[in-house]
């Protein structure tokens, strides 16, 4: 069984965070937490409760596995089905033609 590093954990929560233009405090107002509890985690000087951490998933667009582990989401179909339930319906056109583009460009 693998072990829990919160410290990795955190790291990869603040990557998250940070890579969808949140700051500490706009986080923690999502979450309903304070910002010292969002900064904790962050740090890994605090666990979380699985709410929390299915809150975050939510929120930051990643699986609970890459939170929990590090886990990749390459290659996975399933993680690319939960971001386009994601997409508002009025967008997912422009989203189809951009995946489609994108496979034509790889090929």
């Known amino acids: 069984m693998k072990e829990l590093n919160y410290i990795e954990i955190g790291a990869r929560i603040r990557k998250s965070r940070e890579s969808q233009l949140l700051t500490q405090e706009k986080l923690a107002e999502m979450m309903d937490v ?30 609970t596995d890459h939170i929990l582990y590090g886990s990749s989401s390459e290659n ?8 386009l339930q994601k997409c508002p319906p009025e967008k997912s056109q422009y989203l ?10 790889s090929q």
Request: aromatic share 4%.
């Open 34 to 63: 304070s910002v010292k509890f969002v900064s904790d985690i962050e740090l890994g000087a605090k666990g979380m409760s699985l709410k929390t951490l299915n809150k975050l998933s939510q929120i930051l667009l990643v699986s």
């Open 76 to 83: 996975d179909p399933a993680e690319l089905v939960r971001l």
């Open 96 to 105: 189809e033609d951009i995946i489609k583009l994108f496979i034509r460009s």
